[in-house]
């Protein structure tokens, strides 16, 4: 009868090393978040001695629907200003993410690395301001919609095994409507770095 307890104890406790969970496996959570300022001055980019400045921050909350595979929403949001003249911009969709896992079978996360892919798809609103207590005659206040498409692609390295940190290019093209007025398009070129934090 103890050869049989232990057997089986023995068992479970094998079976429980080699079933560990990793963070891009089924049922995991992955939270992101990144951010960028700057602050821009002298001859090039100063207006009358006001500087540029400029924040982002793009957070996003992703969900394993199989190893590999997540889906989820993301925020992005931006404002700009200079002087009595600002910009915000404010844009909310939803994303897929697959990631590669090179560590496979998983052995150990800490160390990690974890290239990835994605795009998403987002509603935005936009709004350029000129706002001076000089003139009344030159303010304004115009408003934009439209939505974003971006796809890329980065990597995630993992400091410990649920934080990492990530880097990505993406592409994006972005089509914007005024109130009043045809609708335009353009595209950028984005690099991100920020935080990830896993919950599995």
């Known amino acids: 009868m103890k050869k049989v307890i232990s057997l089986i104890c023995a068992l479970i406790f094998c079976s429980s090393v080699f079933a560990q969970s990793y963070p891009i496996n089924k049922g995991s959570m992955l939270f992101t978040g990144g951010f960028t300022y700057s602050s821009a001055g002298g001859d090039l980019y100063e207006d009358e001695g006001d500087r540029s400045n400029t924040i982002q921050f793009n957070p996003s909350a992703s969900y394993f629907l199989i190893p590999n595979l997540a889906i989820g929403g993301k925020i992005l949001y931006s404002r700009s200003s200079q002087g009595d003249y600002s910009n915000s911009q ?83 093209i972005d089509n914007i409507k005024p109130e009043d007025g045809d609708s335009e398009s353009g595209n950028k070129f984005n690099i991100v770095a920020g935080i990830s934090f896993f919950l599995y």
């Not at 990631?99 to 079978?105: A, E, I």
């Not at 690395?113 to 001076?132: A, F, H």
Request: overall charge negative; glycine content about 16%.
């Open 90 to 172: 404010l844009a909310i969709g939803p994303h897929i993410l697959y990631f590669f896992n090179l560590n496979s079978p998983q052995t150990t996360v800490k160390g990690s690395v974890y290239p990835y892919i994605g795009g998403g798809v987002y509603y935005t609103g936009l709004n350029y301001k000129y706002d001076s207590d000089d003139s009344d005659d030159y303010n304004y206040d115009y408003k934009y919609t439209g939505t974003i498409i971006s796809f890329g692609g980065g990597g995630l390295y993992m400091l410990s095994n649920t934080v990492g940190l990530f880097a990505e290019g993406s592409y994006q």
